[in-house]
């Protein structure tokens, strides 16, 4: 069984900082790329950052010179660095992996984590 678990949403001031962190755990053979998704209530859901195994980035145009994405591979762990926040940044942030579980090569699955919210507020 493969789990992704997130941590690190929370409320934050306009103009602060947040890290989201997300572990993938169980069963796996290989990452491939993994990343970063969000959905604000009544839109939605939207690429945020995406991340390669070899390092790779992309980034939405809305969030890129404030957020950054980076990963351990020996933890099998992305990360996304949040500054320059703005209420517009409110939402609910989903991890996302692609992924081969062993017994499962070469083929890989999505999976997502359950989500954590994110609100930017004065």
């Known amino acids: 069984q493969v789990q992704l678990v997130e941590s690190g949403g929370g409320l934050v001031q306009p103009g602060g900082s947040l890290r989201l962190s997300c572990a993938a755990s169980g069963s796996i053979f290989s990452i491939n790329a993994m990343g970063w998704y969000r959905q604000a209530p009544g839109k939605q859901r939207e690429l945020v950052a995406t991340?390669?195994?070899?390092?790779?980035?992309n980034y939405a145009d809305s969030v890129k010179g404030r957020f950054t994405i980076s990963r351990d591979n020996a933890k099998n762990t992305v990360y996304l660095q949040m500054n320059s926040l703005k209420p517009e940044d409110t939402a609910v942030y989903f991890c996302?992996?692609?992924?081969?579980?062993?017994?499962?090569?070469?083929?890989?699955?999505?999976?997502w984590g359950q989500g954590t919210q994110v609100t930017v507020s004065s």
């Open positions: 996302h992996a692609d992924l081969i579980p062993y017994g499962l090569e070469p083929w890989s699955v999505d999976y």
């Open positions: 991340i390669t195994s070899g390092g790779s980035t």
